[in-house]
């Protein structure tokens, strides 16, 4: 995916993005580990809207 400039859109800039740098467990078991906190975090951020009407 290229990085556009001028398109209206909220973005990026190209030079800010690449200073990034992500780091993430190259085994599967600690990107498991990854994956069950997302889910629990979505979860409990659905109960959050529900039982407040949201």
């Known amino acids: 995916m290229r990085l ?10 190209k030079k800010a993005f ?5 780091s993430y467990p190259q085994d599967i078991n600690g990107q498991q580990k990854i994956v069950e906190f997302s889910q629990l ?12 009407g949201v």
Do not use: A, D, T
Not at 4 to 13: A, M
């Open 4 to 13: 556009r400039v001028g398109s209206g859109l909220p973005n990026i800039q």
């Open 41 to 52: 975090r979505i979860k409990r951020s659905k109960y959050y809207n529900v039982s407040w």
């Open 18 to 22: 690449e200073r990034f740098s992500l």
